[in-house]
Nanobody, 121 residues
């Protein structure tokens, strides 16, 4: 079974930086794309950034120029470096993996439980 676990959420002041990480485990052979979604209180879940195994990135316009996504394919990890944080970046950040192939199964997608990021003004 594939598991995703996020690390690194917390409370920061506006303008500060924060890095969140996600580790995928479960006899994984490959992951097509990994990324981050976020959900603010009372709102729907939205894509923040996604990176394919080959390195192609899809970044939300709302964070472009401030957030950087990277991944370590060998470690099945994905990172989100968040700079110049704004109060509107507050929310629960979820790690997402697309097309995960393990030694026993192929998963269309997997989600982590999320980590809370709070940006105070």
């Amino acid at each position: 079974q594939v598991q995703l676990v996020e690390f690194g959420g917390g409370v920061v002041q506006a303008g500060e930086s924060l890095r969140v990480s996600c580790a995928a485990s479960g006899n994984i052979l490959s992951i097509d794309a990994m990324g981050w979604y976020r959900q603010a209180l009372g709102k729907g879940r939205e894509l923040v950034a996604e990176i394919a195994s080959g390195g192609d990135r899809n970044i939300s316009d709302s964070v472009k120029g401030r957030f950087t996504i990277s991944r370590d394919n060998a470690k099945n990890m994905v990172y989100l470096e968040m700079n110049s944080l704004k109060p509107e970046d507050t929310g629960r950040y979820y790690c997402h993996a697309k097309e995960v192939i393990t030694s026993l199964h192929r998963y269309l997608e997997a989600w982590g439980p999320g980590t809370l990021v709070t940006v105070s003004s």
